[in-house]
């Protein structure tokens, strides 16, 4: 079996001290293979979004290991480790965190752009992501003028465009009626079926969490229950 692409080892992570000190997580350890879908589910406060954050590589944690295939991510800082994040990560949050008055194409190709992608490149890999989430006829379009399932899949294009092993899918359908979020849920399914990107979904949505090959349940910062096979 191959190695996992994320492994988790008795991590921790505690915000604040002394008597106001919080722990947001208390040794959790978890490993992810390789084109896995799995859902981490919680409720409020149980430290599901803090676990996606440290997975991620957007916080560390107090104390604990987190290793990216295989290498700790420990010694990854500064630039090293924003190169990392951004060539091996895509995000998909409830909110959609796109610049209003941009078009769907400049929102796009932001992770690009910060990757140092020449311009032509850039336009490329960005209307081809458009392309794949039927969305090319809306690249010049302000982001502030999409529905709020054409500023989902403009996200999810986001996410695609600098070819991620990793998709991070917090709430991704939290702001979406049940028609337009199925049709998201589909289209990152998909990208997980199809393209072996490891998919990883936090929510509090039995249903969504059914979809994926795996479920942790998390709660006051421990993993409490595990269970797989997907329902759809």
Do not use: W
Not at 57 to 76: C, F, H, N, R, V
Not at 140 to 155: C, D, F, I, P, T
């Amino acid at each position: 079996m191959s190695s996992p692409i994320l492994s988790v080892r008795d991590v921790h992570k505690s915000y604040g001290t002394g008597q106001g000190r919080f722990d947001a997580l208390k040794g959790v350890s978890l490993d992810i293979a390789e084109g896995e879908s799995l859902a981490i589910v919680g409720k409020s406060g149980s430290g599901k979004s803090t676990l996606m954050h440290v997975l991620a590589l957007l916080d560390q944690p107090t104390s604990g290991t987190i290793e990216l295939q295989g290498a700790d991510t420990k010694k990854l800082r500064g630039r090293r480790l924003n190169e990392t994040r951004n060539k091996t990560f895509g995000f998909v949050f409830q909110q959609f965190f796109l610049t209003a008055n941009a078009s769907v194409l400049e929102n796009v190709i932001l992770p690009l752009k910060i990757a140092g992608v020449g311009r032509g490149e850039r336009k490329r890999r960005g209307l081809a992501a458009l392309e794949q989430l039927e969305l090319a006829d809306k690249a010049k379009n302000k982001a502030v003028n999409l529905s709020g399932g054409q500023k989902q899949r403009s996200v999810i294009a986001r996410a695609l465009v600098n070819n991620p092993r990793v998709i991070f899918a917090d709430e991704p359908t939290g702001n979406l009626d049940s028609a337009t979020g199925a049709v998201v849920e589909d289209i990152l399914f998909d990208l997980n079926r199809e393209q072996g990107i490891t998919l990883i979904v936090v929510t509090h949505d039995e249903d969504l969490a059914a979809r994926c090959d795996r479920r942790i349940y998390i709660r006051d910062g421990l993993i409490v229950d595990e269970s797989r096979g997907a329902a759809a």
